[in-house]
């Protein structure tokens, strides 16, 4: 199966080295459904991933003061690849957003669906869930929301690197994703050319305080933080906006027998090839 993945950055690139030669990383900073269209007839793909996207540095609240360049790349930018990929009757998997849902979900167990209506707030979030809104009327078409990526491998974009640096850290419950999970559904669901919206979470909930438990266990003893709520964030001006803080329900993959490991369980597994490869010096 050959792919082409759309965006140069954290979920791109990871893909690309887990696919190997299946995977064609393109160079290419979409502007244009021509600039797309121009890729595909090169490549020639089985599928397209779009991983491209503006999540904003040092954080999403850049986002709120860069508003026309978050909505280009977040939703326009998906737009002009999808426009593409319909004129050449090939599949596309468009990287979403669990950041499109703030609170409990209306349900009794408070989890959102693939179809409940997203409740966002900024900027990004916003961006993100009007791409969802478009993308998801067309045909041949997947959108895999994925939330607060925790991965094996050191870096700016993990979850993991994320919280041992702040030492001011909200304890909440959340759904989260493990790349190495991810990195294998995103592969089976453009394998099958699922359409439509799929939550590519771990199923289980995970809270801050349990994942640097579990780092301070295996990865630095001496770690320590302070415990905050997250109406601290903003009254502390650590955030401009109150971050999105839900728990998702992945109900459609398993009608592509498609099925992701418990959180804990997958959460100790990964933070043991984390603390691995930070004794490696990754």
Known sequence: MKI??????????????????????????????????REIERVKPDAVLNAAGVTGKPNVDWCDSHQIETI?????????????????????????????????APHEDKMWREDDFGNPLPTYSRSKWAADLTLSTLP????????????????ARNLIDKLAAYTKVIDVENS???VDDMIDVLRRLMEKKAPGIFHVVNPGVM????????????????????WISN??????????????NNM???TRLAEYGIVMREVHEALRDTMEKYAEAKKRGA
């Open 176 to 178: 989260v994703t493990i």
């Open 248 to 250: 998702m329900a992945s």
């Open 207 to 226: 809270r801050h305080r349990e994942l640097m438990a579990l780092y301070e266990e295996l990865v630095d003893p001496a770690h320590t933080n302070e």
């Open 140 to 155: 041949n078409v997947g959108i895999a929301r994925i939330r607060m990526p925790i991965d094996r491998v050191p870096g």
């Open 4 to 37: 082409l993945i759309f965006g140069h950055g954290y979920v791109g690139n990871r893909c690309a080295d887990a696919w190997g030669d299946d995977a064609v990383l393109s160079d290419v900073r979409v502007t244009s459904k021509e600039d797309a269209a």
């Open 231 to 244: 109406e601290d964030l903003t009254r502390l001006g650590l955030a401009t906006k109150g971050r999105s």
């Open 72 to 104: 280009v790349g977040n939703t326009l930018t998906p737009i002009a690849i999808a426009a593409a990929c319909q004129e050449a009757g090939t599949y596309l998997l468009h990287i979403g957003s669990g950041c499109i849902f703030y609170g409990d």
